[in-house]
């Protein structure tokens, strides 16, 4: 078989793979864009993130509601969960975050940050830090115990998309309009030194690895591109 044929017929083979995976659940009950959803560590639960200015929590197996999350007066733009799934924590363009109990189903800590917040995460280890990124350039690390903001990262006012946390709970990974990744020590509260340069558009999301010290971003510019942080060199570039 000639290559080109082999080709068309992997394409189709792949296609016909394609068709065979189906939506089995739809959930409804957002009234506005949801921009931000998360399983819960425990893969039970997704909590997602809306323009209706609420948080949504779903039981996975019932595939409904368990709750309705109300008290932002603004978008919601992201929700990460808890790691040990409960709370969660939403970011949202009242340029505050918010933990919620889900016991209770209500606010535990009310967080204001500097701008429209675009991103937060947990930390992975102490379960009282959040770091949240921001339309004003910074990065704050907030703890949920009290309402002030315990230390707040500059970005040098490019606005922060996206934010990302090592297992080693060590360094802070962040993406900005710019098309710059940099890397944060959160243990002293300053950036490292260390931008990983390459997209030439906004970065709108970053993951790191689960073992080793590689991110994985994706930008504006149509690319994604794997990050072997050390090196500060990039891997791969995947382009569509």
């Known amino acids: 078989m000639r290559d080109d044929d082999e080709q ?51 039981d996975v197996g019932e595939q409904k509601a368990l709750a309705v999350l109300e008290g932002h007066v603004q978008s919601v733009f992201d929700v990460a969960w808890r790691f ?3 709370a969660v924590v939403s970011a949202s363009f009242d340029r505050s975050c ?22 937060a995460r947990y ?18 690390i907030l703890d949920t115990r009290t309402p ?48 990983l340069e390459g997209h030439s558009d906004r970065v709108y999301a970053v993951a790191t690895h689960p073992a080793e010290i590689k991110a994985c971003t994706a930008g504006a510019d149509s690319t994604i591109r794997l990050w072997h942080i050390p090196s500060g060199g990039r891997l791969l570039k995947d382009g569509y």
């Not at 209770?104 to 991103?119: E, I, K, T």
């Open 84 to 86: 040990d799934s409960q």
């Open 98 to 119: 918010i933990e919620w109990d889900l016991e209770s189903r209500a606010p535990r800590a009310h967080m204001p940050c500097n701008g429209l917040v675009q991103c």
């Open 148 to 195: 002030t903001v315990a230390t707040k990262l500059s970005n040098d006012g490019a606005m922060v998309n996206t934010i990302y946390c090592f297992n080693d709970e060590t360094r802070l990974v962040s993406g900005d309009r710019n098309g710059e990744i940099k890397m944060w020590d959160v243990r002293i509260g300053k950036f490292m030194r260390l931008k």
């Open 8 to 58: 068309r017929h992997s394409g189709l083979a792949r296609r016909k793979e394609a068709r065979q995976v189906k939506c089995y659940a739809e959930l409804d009950g957002h009234d506005g864009a949801i921009y931000s959803t998360q399983y819960s560590p425990d893969g039970g639960m997704i909590a997602s993130a809306s323009f209706d200015k609420t948080l949504r929590i779903w």
């Open 123 to 140: 930390s992975t280890h102490n379960p009282n830090v959040v770091y949240a990124g921001d339309s004003s350039g910074f990065i704050s």
